[in-house]
């Protein structure tokens, strides 16, 4: 068997459902899937299940332990030469397996792969605006390292894929949550193992359905960068920053602007505002450009706003409690010891 599909799953069996319908419209079929729940009240064994005669499908379930070592789980019991991993809230566009499936054909020094997200024609305004602030230039999408030029490709785990040799060499995830995707792609790269983007590989990933659950998201992404700057200090770059300078920036707006109008310094007001203005701008007519649809557009400003100042505060926070106060450790989850490079 070529490729063994792993699915950490917790407390979201519709989404589970939606995954497993779009693997079943697969171009290349020679592939299982491995459904790990991690502890969920809301089990979705029966829709699993229900999939049997349409794919090769296993179902397990296990202690909540978060999604990193869930993985783990699932790669110990796969058969594949090819182990993939996608996040639950994924539906797989029907040529996914045949893209990969080429592109390893083509270079097979290949080690570990990874792909891009996608808005479904179908999702909703605000889960496109979603999608378009965390793939944009103008958003930290840009710092994501989704694209060749940024620099050496490090994969996220929503679209995934090791081969058996990187796994037997690394061991897994080490950190079960909290950045845990970073840290195992940056190890991966550590052991000398090739990392390649597929861009034809992408996947639709539906990520939150409210901007409330997004800037809890966002800003659980910013914690976690700090926690990876405990495995790797180096990762934790000026570029971070930026989100930081954005959250304090828009803190800080309303009463400085405010003081600087009271007091009669209406040009110095103006010039405290034009970097929101102009980035604003900027967001609107890209994402209008990019999606063709001018309330995306209207709904990428707030999502890009939501993300900028989430991520930068979550860090900010993180930074402040674990270095500075030195609170509490940063780490949430188990760690477990895997091989060094």
């Known amino acids: 068997m070529k490729y063994s599909v792993i699915v950490p799953l917790y407390n979201r069996p519709e989404e589970i459902d939606e995954l497993l319908a779009s693997l079943t419209l697969q171009s290349f079929s020679d592939f299982e899937v491995i459904v790990v729940e991690d502890g969920s009240n809301l089990k979705a064994e029966h829709i699993v299940n229900g999939y049997a005669d349409k794919l090769n499908v296993r179902y397990f379930y296990k202690e909540n332990e978060r999604q990193g070592f869930a993985r783990n789980y699932g790669f110990e019991r796969a058969k594949g030469d090819w182990m993939i991993v996608f996040d639950s809230d994924c539906i797989i566009p029907p040529h996914y397996f045949e893209a990969i499936n080429a592109h390893l054909d083509a270079h097979p020094e290949t080690d570990v792969f990874g792909g891009p997200d996608a808005a479904s024609p179908d999702f909703s305004p605000w889960q496109k605006a979603i999608s378009y602030s965390m793939t944009s230039p103008l958003t930290t999408g840009g710092i994501r390292g989704g694209k060749k030029h940024v620099g050496t490709f490090h994969p996220r785990s929503f679209n995934m894929g090791i081969s058996r040799k990187a796994w037997n060499v690394s061991g897994g995830y080490k950190i079960s949550v909290k950045g845990e995707d970073i840290e195992f792609s940056l190890r991966l790269q550590e052991h000398g193992l090739r990392s390649d983007l597929i861009p034809s590989a992408f996947v ?15 800003e659980f992404f910013g914690r ?36 600087l109008f009271a007091f009669g310094l209406n040009f110095w007001a103006w010039t405290f505002v034009t970097p929101l203005l102009s980035w604003t701008v900027g967001v609107f007519y890209h994402a209008a450009w990019t999606t063709r649809n ?13 993300q900028l100042s989430g991520y930068g505060k979550g860090l900010l926070l993180e930074f402040v409690t674990v270095r500075v106060l030195q609170r509490r450790d940063s780490t949430i989850g188990n760690i477990r010891n895997v091989p060094l490079p």
């Open 294 to 306: 001018l309330r995306i557009a209207r709904l990428a400003v707030l999502a890009g706003f939501v």
């Open 204 to 218: 639709y990933h539906k990520r939150r359905t409210s901007f409330r659950q997004f800037r809890s998201q966002v």
């Open 224 to 259: 976690a960068r700090i926690n990876i700057q405990k495995f790797y200090p180096q990762e934790l770059k000026l570029l971070h920053w930026a989100p930081v300078g954005f959250f304090l920036y828009t803190l800080l707006l309303i009463p400085v602007v405010v003081a």
